[in-house]
Nanobody, 126 residues
């Protein structure tokens, strides 16, 4: 199983980035997907999650209204569109996958996920 995250980079405050996470080696359409982020020295933080059907999406309060999670099951890819970025969004962003039995299942906790990507760094300058 491999989750390959990409799309990170340096952006000015107020700008936008789109992260992608391409999955292989698993049945993507049976997985709820999540994005998490971590700043060195701090705990990993939940960002967003989406059910395998795409019908349910949840966001952390800190990003709701600015970030949008989506997925393309035909491409085995999950996305995180980030807008109105703030310096506080600076972190390494990780995608994660969990096998689920229900189309509506999501995951808000890191320990619900079994598979993790390598992370992509997002730096927002003020």
């Amino acid at each position: 199983v491999q989750l390959q995250a990409s799309g990170g980079g340096l952006v000015q405050a107020g700008g936008s980035l789109r992260l992608s996470c391409a999955a292989s080696g698993l049945t993507f359409s049976s997985c709820a997907m999540g994005w998490f982020r971590q700043v060195p020295g701090k705990e990993r933080e939940f960002v967003a999650t989406i059910s395998w059907s795409g019908s349910r999406r949840y966001y952390a309060d800190s990003v709701r209204g600015r970030f949008t999670i989506s997925r393309d099951n035909a491409k085995n890819t999950v996305y995180l569109q980030m807008s109105s970025l703030e310096p506080e969004d600076t972190a390494v962003y990780y995608c994660a996958a969990r096998l689920v039995d229900a189309s509506w299942a999501v995951g808000l906790e890191g320990n619900e996920y079994y598979y993790w990507g390598q992370g992509t760094l997002v730096t927002v300058s003020s």
